[in-house]
Structures are given as structure tokens and as C-alpha cells.
């Protein structure tokens, strides 16, 4: 599904924030990656998701090079098969879960009616159905982060990028926050989980870590072969 070779992406010319970088990661694998501060992980995901190009090296999804892609590609590529969800809930304060929920797929030719159904049952998917019109700062950590998981998938992405999604919550939140995200994967989605935390590592099935841009190490069913 995803295949990159020899990827490099600079901070600057001296830098490298992802050197020669080989990866691939077949579809619905549940895949960890864990590495020092600075070590290029958030870089990677950005890469993952359209959000930033590459200097030299190719990224192919389904044999598509992303880099020839225009921007406008790149958005619709986005926006049809990357969910995204981050540390902090990047909800919208002053929206209400369901609304928050409507925002990607509100440019769609859907009417207002059905982008609210669809938001509703994609709450009701992450068991919170009744705090549909609650504001996030009205619901606890863990509900704000299963209401940005639920929006991730708003548009049934193949693939979730979640960047530390475990990591501003207490122990039980982030245990149901990592059931979620396993339950969703066992559907058939990719799923691509930047985290320090190694409980979270260890429930998905591949941890590649990261050390100054390049791959250290990758450990499968617990075992890590460098």
C-alpha cells in the first residue's frame, strides 16, 4: 500500500530530517513508530499524509508517486484517504462535537441533513453518541480524543496518522482510546501511530523506531531485530 524509497526530507541543506528512508506497510497493518525527540517521526507522518514533500526519493500509495502530484491532488488525496488524528484534539472550540465532526465533509455534495446523520453515527461508532452537542470543552480528554478519531474517519479513510494520540491522557482514557483505534484497524484500516509510549507499541503489530532520520530498528510480535 505504502511504498518509500531512499526518501530524504531536509530541515535545511546541512540537515536531514529523513535520510534514504526505506519503509513499506501493506494495507489494514497496525503499525507504531517510536524514536527520540527530533529523531524524524512527526516528519514522517507529515510525508505520509500529503502534508509535506520530499527533496529526493519516492513515496508510492497503491503505485501512485505522490510526488508528481499537484497541490490540488495532493488536497483530494488528503482529503480521500488520509485521516488524521493529533495529540490535542485540534477540535474546534467553539463547534460542537457533531458540528466538528460535519467540518470535512461539509465542501460535499451532501445536504446539511445527511452530514449530520453521518455525524452522529460516526459518534455513536465511538460510544458517544450522547454528547453530540456537548462543546470539547464541556467532555473529558479521552471523550475530546474519541470525537477526533471519530472525525478522522468521517470520509472512511483507508489510512489514520495519529501523532501522539495517547500522550495528554491519563492511563484508562488512553487504553480506550488504543481499543478504538485497534477496533478500527481490524476493519481493514491502515493504521500509523506516532507514540513514546510503549504499552501502545506493544498492542499494535510492527513498532519501527527512528533514530537521526533513519530506521534503527522494527520489532514484530514483540521481538526487535536491528
Given amino acids: 500500500m505504502i511504498k518509500l524509497r531512499k526518501l530524504c526530507v531536509s ?8 535520510d534514504h528512508f526505506d519503509l513499506d506497510i501493506m494495507q489494514g497493518e497496525r503499525v507504531a513508530v517510536m524514536g527520540p525527540s527530533g529523531c524524524g517521526k512527526s516528519t514522517l507522518l507529515s510525508v505520509l499524509g500529503g502534508l509535506l514533500r520530499q527533496q529526493s526519493g519516492s513515496y508510492e500509495f497503491h503505485g501512485h508517486d505522490l510526488r508528481s502530484f499537484s497541490p ?3 488536497a483530494k488525496f488528503r ?11 485540534a477540535l474546534l472550540p467553539h463547534l460542537t462535537l457533531q458540528e466538528n465532526l460535519q467540518v470535512p465533509i461539509e465542501h460535499l455534495n451532501v445536504s446539511r441533513r445527511e452530514a449530520s446523520y453521518r ?3 460516526m459518534l455513536s461508532k465511538v460510544g458517544i453518541e450522547n454528547l453530540a452537542r456537548r462543546f470539547p470543552a464541556e467532555v473529558s480528554g479521552g471523550q475530546a ?15 489514520i496518522l495519529a501523532d501522539e494520540p495517547t500522550g495528554s491522557l491519563d492511563d484508562r482514557s488512553s487504553s480506550d482510546v488504543l481499543e478504538l ?4 484497524a481490524a476493519d481493514g484500516t491502515t493504521l500509523i501511530v506516532v507514540t513514546h509510549n510503549e504499552a501502545v507499541a506493544d498492542a499494535l503489530s510492527r513498532t519501527v523506531r527512528i533514530d537521526q532520520g533513519k530506521i534503527v530498528g522494527v520489532a514484530t510480535e514483540a521481538r526487535l531485530s536491528a
Avoid: C, K
Avoid at 482529503?79 to 495529540?87: D, H, N, R
Avoid at 483505534?181 to 478500527?184: A, K, M, P, S, V
Fill in 11 to 18: 530541515y535545511n541543506s546541512r540537515e536531514l530530517a529523513l
Fill in 72 to 74: 490540488a491532488q495532493l
Fill in 79 to 89: 482529503g480521500e484517504q488520509i485521516g488524521f488524528v493529533f495529540q490535542h484534539f
Fill in 119 to 121: 455525524a452522529l453515527e
Fill in 145 to 159: 480524543q474519541r470525537a477526533a478519531i471519530a472525525r478522522s474517519i468521517m470520509r472512511n479513510p483507508p489510512v
Fill in 181 to 184: 483505534l485497534n477496533t478500527l
